[in-house]
């Protein structure tokens, strides 16, 4: 051990750890620089990573076909009763799946080094901070956690004897024996991964897989899954948001916190360039929001992260100018590809593909190709502070305070640009019943319509019915300073299917416009679905946009919206009893004003 560790409790889980899993070696991490390049260069030596000549002290790697994405059906959250977990999570057994999962572990890190890192969720200043100790076997990982999180002796040092640490165990499942050569990727078949979060006792084990979520665990497991259960005891909010500041040409701010589900283009409205005159963004955060009711009453956020864990395929310079300029440097890349010069390659990035490419699955590829060069999940892993909109404040350590909630999904239909709440009820409803037509993030079928209540279907860490509770509640404190609600859809399309909006940084103008509904400058349209802009209200200067296009995006299709209602009310139907009474009064004011 490098350094001194005087929380015991740390050490002797650490101990016990090592006692199951049976590694070569245990090695702390300090988060330090040097051990990051030691890592990379290991990697680079055995031919698991690959150094982009072209991108200073960036890196490519490539993932078994198998590991290429969260896996939704292998997470469980763990409590005694399934009640506990409610309808929307896969649940066993605490005892249960400890055993399973002990099995699983003891030995899985023979011939491996083990390694422990401490790591920061939030600045360590901040009051939300909450420290973890990730153990994992793969040095993949420790090098993204570098980026994704704060790691170092201070985490060691601010624990001091007897500090509060939640447990992270993550192993690839790939023990070796003696004389075996590594996989270049190593992680375990399917049937035999495992994302479990036991909520009651802040504990995280993951095992079978190296890729993202599934591996680096600060983030959806700690940020979201457990830090959803610990937030609603203690009486705060842990949400899939991206945060932004908004500054108007007045110099006025507005903090947004977005929900979207995954790959709705969470990350480049976080990166947002404003179209519209004197308006200016700057990002907070990208996909993680903790927050919690400031002195004055107002409810204040911080991005618990510090990196971004991007979805490489259709970035570009074009689609999010901020997120090119943040990757060019210290960056891990994903399951892109590679160019014969040593740089990345993606489809729907800005250049023509190269006549040849190694492609995701390590191949050579030829412009021409049917198959996709990238795994349309490839990822780049790059800090937060190489954004060159990254807000100076982005780690305050007591956050930005919340003056808009935007929920959306990808619709083709149905659902307009822009809709606000009547109230916070009304907003917690949208919150509640938001849909998106599913893609790649999530291995599954791509295009169905899946209710994805806070884009946290994947990642609330307690029965669902209790966390729309919590939101009333959260509401019921904030009283008139709680954010203002909306909800945004992007992705509708024309009868010929075609797309209605621009989007990206266009997205600004509805933006202004919610801005101006919080200074009451727009009076907005009454619906029974909620309040739309009125004619003209929304600023279109310099958008050439078609008459028809326009009144399609804000188009109130009554007999659509009848139709989604037995939808929802079999969706609310699963949460049986526990099921807010306030939500089922929403889906009827809805209905009766439908009617
Ligand atoms: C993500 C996701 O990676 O939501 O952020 O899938
Ligand atoms: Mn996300």
Request: proline residues 6%; glycine residues 8%.
């Amino acid at each position: 051990m490098a350094y001194q560790v005087a929380n015991k409790k740390l050490r002797e889980w650490v101990q016990e750890v090592a006692e199951m899993t049976k590694p070569g070696q245990v090695y702390w991490c300090d988060g330090s620089k040097a051990e990051y390049d030691r890592l990379m260069d290991a990697m680079v030596a055995t031919g698991a990573a690959i150094r982009l000549e072209k991108r200073p002290n960036s890196f490519a790697f490539f993932s078994d076909p198998s590991d290429v994405a969260r896996v939704e059906d292998r997470t469980y959250i763990s409590y005694p009763t399934q009640e506990e977990a409610g309808p929307t999570n896969n649940w066993v057994a605490v005892d249960d799946l400890k055993k399973t999962m002990r099995e699983l572990y003891d030995g899985c890190m023979r011939g491996r080094t083990m390694y422990v890192i401490p790591f920061s969720m939030a600045a360590l200043t901040s009051p939300m901070a909450k420290y973890g100790i990730e153990i994992t076997d793969s040095p993949y990982v420790v090098c993204n956690m570098h980026i994704m999180t704060r790691v170092g002796v201070d985490v060691i040092k601010a624990l001091g004897t007897d500090g509060e640490f939640i447990p992270c165990l993550h192993s690839v499942g790939a023990p070796l024996e003696p004389g075996q050569k590594d996989a270049l990727w190593p992680c375990a078949p399917i049937e035999q991964k495992y994302i479990s979060h036991f909520p009651d006792e802040n504990l995280i084990w993951s095992y079978g897989s190296g890729y993202g979520g599934n591996a680096l665990l600060g983030k959806k497991c700690l940020a979201l899954r457990i830090a959803s259960a610990m937030a609603r005891r203690e009486g705060w909010m842990a949400e899939h948001m991206l945060i932004l500041r908004l500054t108007s040409p007045e110099g006025k701010r507005y903090h947004i916190a977005a929900a979207f589900p995954s790959a709705c283009g969470k990350t480049n409205l976080a990166m947002i360039m404003p179209t519209i005159k004197g308006w200016k963004a700057e990002t907070l955060g990208d996909d993680i929001a903790w927050m919690m009711i400031g002195k004055d009453g107002r409810l204040y956020a911080t991005n618990p992260e510090s990196g971004f864990f991007g979805v490489a395929p259709g970035t570009s310079h074009s689609s999010n100018p901020m997120a090119m300029d943040t990757i060019n440097e210290n960056s891990i890349f994903t399951n892109c590809a590679v160019t014969d010069d040593g740089d990345i390659w993606w489809e729907g990035i800005d250049a023509p593909a190269p006549e040849h490419l190694i492609d995701w699955k390590r191949r050579d590829w030829e412009r021409g190709s049917k198959e996709l060069a990238a795994h349309p999940n490839a990822r780049f892993t790059a800090p937060a502070r190489q954004c060159p909109i990254i807000s100076p404040d982005w780690e305050k350590p007591e956050g930005v305070p919340i003056d808009i909630f935007i929920f959306g999904g990808r619709r083709a239909s149905v659902v307009p640009l822009v809709t606000e709440s009547f109230d916070w009820d009304h907003g917690v409803y949208m919150g509640a019943t938001a849909g998106s037509e599913t893609t790649a993030a999530n291995i599954g079928a791509v295009g169905n319509l899946r209710r994805d209540p806070f884009a946290m279907t994947p990642f609330c860490g307690y029965n669902m019915a209790d966390y729309f509770s919590h939101w009333f509640e959260m509401g019921d404190k904030l009283g008139k300073n709680a954010p203002r609600i909306f909800y945004v859809n992007w992705f509708r399309k024309s009868p010929e299917g075609k797309w209605l909006w621009p989007g990206f940084g266009e997205n600004s103008r509805v933006l202004k416009w919610m801005c101006e509904r919080l200074e009451g400058k727009v009076q907005g349209r009454e619906t029974p679905i909620g309040i739309l802009p009125a004619d003209g209200e929304l600023d279109l200067t310099g958008l050439e946009i078609s008459e028809d296009y326009l009144n399609e995006l804000m188009r109130v299709d009554l007999d659509a919206w009848r139709a989604e209602l037995p939808g929802v009310e079999s969706f609310f139907a699963k949460f049986g009893d526990r099921l807010p009474k306030r939500l089922s009064a929403q889906l009827e004011a809805l209905r009766k004003r439908l009617a």
